[in-house]
């Protein structure tokens, strides 16, 4: 069972929200719409890394042949990541309208309702 927790720990953010929300049962649309969260799951933890400095994530840069110096800028990095953050609380509430008239069952308890 530890192998398993140490597996789960080493999935994205998106992976992991993927598994809590899917059901062998969802149609289509239900799927795309939980694909998606997990894909703006994944971007949002890539914006927060860049927030928190973590560069190593986000580019790598190295000394061209000829010697010059390489500026690179991340502009409205916060606002992308506002703007980005309110369309996934969207997708979420509306894959919880698609799914049990708007309350989840057991397995997702409270998840959603503390975003």
């Known amino acids: ?3 398993e927790d140490q597996a789960a720990d080493e999935r994205s953010g998106g992976d992991r929200l993927r598994a809590a929300l899917a059901e062998d049962d969802d149609p289509a649309d239900l799927v795309a719409l939980i ?3 997990g894909r ?7 914006l927060d890394a860049i927030l928190r ?3 190593d994530l986000w580019a790598q840069l190295t000394e061209g042949r000829s010697g010059k110096v390489l500026e690179i800028r991340v502009d409205s990095v916060m606002q992308e990541a506002r703007q980005l ?3 996934f ?3 979420l509430a509306e894959i919880r309208r ?3 008239g708007g309350t989840f069952s057991g397995k997702l308890g409270g998840l ?3 975003l």
């Open 1 to 3: 069972m530890a192998d």
């Open 35 to 37: 694909e998606e969260a």
């Open 40 to 46: 703006t799951k994944d971007r949002l933890d890539q």
């Open 53 to 55: 400095g973590d560069t």
């Open 85 to 87: 953050t309110t369309v």
């Open 89 to 91: 609380r969207q997708t």
């Open 98 to 100: 698609r799914r049990d």
């Open 112 to 114: 959603l309702d503390d």
